[in-house]
């Protein structure tokens, strides 16, 4: 069983940045695959970003160009550099990993 702890998320306004983080304990070997999902209101949950291996990760289109997802392995830990935040990116943000979720952390964009 693997436990995923987010952090970090808060209010920023329109053009800011925020940092959130992914703390992952128990049955996990590598961070390759953890990622982020969020999930504004009314709407489904979306894939944001994931980790595939190395350097390589996968964006979704709306967030390309301003979000970084890294991570460190010994600390098996993800991080989310949200960059030019806009107010669409207000959601709950939460970490995953295979079946494994996050309990969420709001980040809110004011305009």
């Known amino acids: 069983q693997v436990r995923l702890v987010e952090s970090g998320g808060g209010l920023v306004q329109a053009g800011g940045s925020l940092r959130i983080s992914c703390a992952a304990s128990?049955?996990?070997?590598?961070?390759?695959?953890m990622g982020w999902y969020r999930q504004a209101p009314g709407k489904q949950r979306e894939l944001v970003a994931r980790l595939i291996s190395g350097d390589r990760a996968d964006y979704a289109n709306s967030v390309r160009g301003r979000f970084t997802i890294s991570g460190d392995g010994a600390k098996r830990t993800v991080y989310l550099q949200m960059n030019s935040l806009k107010p669409e990116d207000t959601a709950v943000y939460y970490c995953n990993f295979r079946v494994n979720w996050g309990q969420g952390t709001q980040v809110t964009v004011s305009s």
């Open positions: 128990g049955s996990i070997l590598t961070i390759n695959g």
